[in-house]
Each structure stands twice: as structure tokens, then as C-alpha cells.
């Protein structure tokens, strides 16, 4: 088979092996089509060498912050990032799912006190790491679709 490449970026971020399906997701937790004056490339369905088939996302001249990370994590728990800087990978790093998040989901729950209008930031923990399980701390309650959730 011949061998998949993409096509190089000066300064950037690759955002690879992303579960199948899920680049259009990726984009939304890193804000394109808000304010994004760089050009971002999305490969949907590539081959994969590691599982199957992968989604990837390129973003030229920015890099991410660590809630982005951390986003991208709980809805594709596989991907890797690349940071590239004067076309060579700078930085290469797995995902790593932390044990617990803060303040970057909501609750699934209306009446969790957390979507109350009472000042608590949303803290859950991580049951299972792939796929993602994330159990609220203030009412127990699994979160049923995370990307929907993502603050
Ligand atoms: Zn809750």
C-alpha cells in the first residue's frame, strides 16, 4: 500500500489519528470559522497504519492551548498532536486523558447543581478511558454524548 502523506505545513498543528468521524468536532473545540485567519485542512476517512481509518486535521500557525488539548482528548482519545515549526515536528505527543475535568463539560443533568444558577464549575470523572466515560461528581450521572457537552 502506498504510504499516506500529508502535505507539509510551515508552522502548525497536526492533529492525527482522530477517530473516524470526529474531525468536524475537532474543528468546533478549536473555534474555526469564528476568528481563524489561517488555513485549516481536514482529511476525512485516511488510512490508518495504527487502526482502521483516521480523520486528520491540520491548522497552520497556531497551536493549542491545553483546554483544547484536553477537548479533543475526551472525544478522541487516540489522537495525536503534532507541533510543527519550520516544517519539522517540533513536538509530538499522545493524548492523555486526565483523571478528572474541570470546567470544560456541562452536566447532562437539568437539575445537577451545577446548572443551577449557583457559582460550582463542572467536575467529573473518568470511569473508562476509551471510549470516554465521564461520571459528574455532583450527581453521579453518566454524560450520554460529550461533544454536545463541551463548554
Ligand atoms: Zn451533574
Same mark, same amino acid.
Not at 482522530?18 to 470526529?22: E, F, K, Q, S, V
Not at 443533568?109 to 445537577?112: F, K, L
Given at each position: 500500500m502506498k504510504e499516506f502523506r500529508v502535505t507539509p505545513i510551515r508552522n502548525g498543528t497536526v492533529i492525527d489519528h @482522530? =477517530? /473516524?468521524?470526529?474531525a468536524l468536532k475537532v474543528l468546533r473545540i478549536i473555534g474555526v470559522g469564528q476568528n481563524v485567519r489561517s488555513t485549516v485542512s481536514i482529511l476525512m476517512h485516511v488510512p490508518s497504519k495504527k487502526a482502521g481509518w483516521k480523520d486528520v486535521v491540520k491548522v497552520e500557525d497556531r497551536e493549542l492551548d491545553p483546554r483544547e488539548v484536553d477537548k479533543i482528548s475526551l472525544i478522541s482519545p487516540k489522537a495525536t498532536i503534532n507541533i510543527i515549526r519550520d516544517f519539522n515536528v517540533a513536538e509530538k505527543y499522545k493524548l492523555d486523558l486526565p483523571n478528572v475535568v474541570r470546567g470544560i463539560v456541562r452536566c447532562g443533568? !437539568?437539575? /445537577?447543581i451545577t446548572n443551577l444558577k449557583e457559582p460550582v464549575e463542572p467536575e467529573f470523572i @473518568? =470511569?473508562? =478511558? =476509551? !471510549?470516554p466515560v465521564l461520571r459528574c461528581i455532583y450527581c453521579d450521572r453518566i454524560l450520554d454524548d460529550i461533544a454536545e457537552h463541551l463548554i
Open positions: @482522530i =477517530d /473516524c468521524g470526529m443533568n !437539568p437539575s /445537577c @473518568i =470511569d473508562n =478511558d =476509551d !471510549p
